[in-house]
């Protein structure tokens, strides 16, 4: 057995107490997608960053190994999620804990909660069978995890997730691994998140635009290419601290979105809100869809009160310059 598990075995409480594991908590943070969905599974780069929002993960000793927390899923996500801990549980060979996980991020709205999900529980599995948790191992564990709940994910969600770090992400393809680097921030920012309500799965919004794109594929691959493009000049302005330039980009990057399929009104409606609130940039993020979330670049955002009376529900994220 592991140190960390013989640790978590041994540790004894007063009678009566819970039995505590020496384990620390672990943090996965969300992301979100300034630049680049939806091309991204086809290849092209995309520019994404962690949020400060996220999930902990929290064990204490128990005779078996589970999992709890996360009350509010429907019974399909929460049979997703329990097929995705059995995977990763018995990768870890067990390790007799009980773990809890708590979220600050809304399910399924495109901002990486089952990325975060995965990571923090990866960590814990990791460090309870002794293992340190080193980046390349904790991605390992948690596309594990992603696979059961997105089928074939591009990988960026939980890449970021793992790294902590905004990234320039391109997926593995056959012969290749995936491509990550790490990208400065030259300027501080706030990113203003709108829900713009549910949204069918990650999975069916990119099979769906699949099919589009078989269909006419040099119209559809056009359309990847350009904004392929726009993450790399949005990643070279956000490291050159332009704001405007990278607000651009978003715009521009929404429009190809919705010419792509994957808009909605409501999510249109939430992008004109941000934008006429000043925002640098506003753009649906993740797979969009009927619903999901949007992406508002701000200097400096006027207070939540403000957006909330223009009819939107918001989380903000800061952006903080790399030291
Ligand atoms: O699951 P979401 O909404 O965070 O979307 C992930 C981004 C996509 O590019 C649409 C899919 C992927 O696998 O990269």
């Not at 997608?33 to 996220?54: C, D, N, S």
């Not at 309500?197 to 990119?206: A, E, F, K």
Request: aromatic share 2%; charged share 20%; net charge positive.
């Amino acid at each position: 057995m592991s140190p960390g598990t013989g640790a978590a075995h041994r540790s004894s409480a007063p009678a009566g107490a819970p039995e505590r594991s020496p384990l620390p908590e672990t943090f996965g943070p969300g992301k979100v997608i300034l630049l680049g969905e939806h091309a991204v599974v086809y290849g092209h780069p995309a520019l994404a960053v962690p949020l400060t929002l996220g999930v902990t993960a929290r064990a204490v000793a128990s005779d078996r190994c589970t999992l709890t927390g996360l009350t509010d899923l429907n019974e399909a996500q929460r049979g997703m999620l329990d097929a995705a801990f059995e995977a990763v549980a018995e990768a870890t060979g067990r390790p007799p804990l009980r773990i809890t996980v708590s979220s600050t991020l809304p399910v399924s709205m495109g901002l990486g909660s089952s990325a975060a999900l995965a990571v923090a529980v990866s960590r814990l599995l990791l460090s309870a069978a002794g293992s340190r948790p080193s980046p390349a191992k904790v991605l390992g564990l948690a596309l594990r995890m992603e696979e059961t709940f997105h089928g074939t994910p591009s990988g960026v969600d939980h890449t970021v997730s793992a790294h902590g770090a905004p990234v320039l992400y391109r997926r593995a393809s056959p012969g290749r691994q995936a491509r990550v680097r790490q990208v400065r921030v030259g300027a501080p920012a706030t990113l203003v998140l709108a829900l713009a309500g549910p949204r069918r799965g990650t999975q069916q919004t990119v099979a769906a635009l699949r099919q589009r794109a078989k269909r006419w594929p040099k119209r559809y691959g056009r359309l990847f290419e350009e904004m392929g493009r726009l993450a790399l000049e949005g990643t070279r302005a956000l490291e050159a601290g332009d704001l405007e330039t990278l607000g651009d980009a978003m715009n521009v990057n929404h429009g190809l979105l919705a010419a792509a399929g994957v808009s909605s009104p409501a999510l249109d409606v939430a992008v004109d809100a941000l934008r006429r609130a000043g925002a640098l940039g506003a753009k649906l993020t993740g797979a969009g869809g009927d619903g999901g979330a949007v992406v508002a670049l701000f200097r400096s955002p006027p207070p939540v009160a403000t957006l909330e009376q223009a009819g939107l529900t918001v989380l903000t994220s800061e952006l903080e310059p790399t030291q």
